[in-house]
């Protein structure tokens, strides 16, 4: 199992719509999750700006994994409504959400 | 169990000694953050600037569970080392390390 922590920009004036989404996540996107082998994942907000995501990969090919999660049409859907609701944190623009690098472990 | 993420500034010249501490963190202090009900605890850099730790409460008083942590004289010593490694991004410096918001959990 591999840890992952990514962070990435919440447009402010889309936090509502953004929560409304996320507390009610689509069944369809969330069993793509799990089948890309996904587990404890988790999204946290910081003052309504900056969001930090938490996930653990269980699988033995991460990048086939997201290739497979970025080709399901019901994730592309889901994509199309949080994709406008958020902005990278990479100047140069060669990521969307930005991966940390785990330091610690307990 | 309870989610939390937090997040703290690393001093950027503090970084290596910072990644050394927690490279091979100290035994009790290890012992002491499971004893006070912390569990899947992990620290993530990002840019060499931004610290954010997950991790999962499983007891029942999160507070007193703090407190105990806090009045423990080997954390204490840790603490004496890392604390000088960051900066709290509270404006109002009320808070060290920063609690964000879970808005989503899959």
Redesign the interface.
């Known amino acids: 199992m591999k ?1 992952y ?1 990514q ?1 990435i920009l919440l447009r402010p004036e889309k936090r509502a719509y ?2 409304e989404l ?2 009610n ?1 689509w069944p369809a996107v ?1 069993d793509k ?2 089948e890309c082998n ?1 587990r404890n ?6 003052n309504d700006r900056q ?2 995501a ?1 996930f653990e990969y269980v699988g033995s090919d991460f990048e086939a994994d997201m290739q497979k999660m970025a080709a399901d049409a019901e994730t592309q859907r889901w994509w199309a409504e949080t994709d406008p609701c958020q902005e990278s944190p990479d100047p140069e623009g060669k990521s969307w959400w ?1 991966n ?7």
Chains 1, 2 share one sequence.
């Open positions: 840890r922590a962070t953004y929560l996320h507390a996540p969330i999750i799990y996904i994942y988790s999204i946290f907000l910081l969001l930090f938490y930005v940390l690098e785990e330091v610690f472990h307990a």
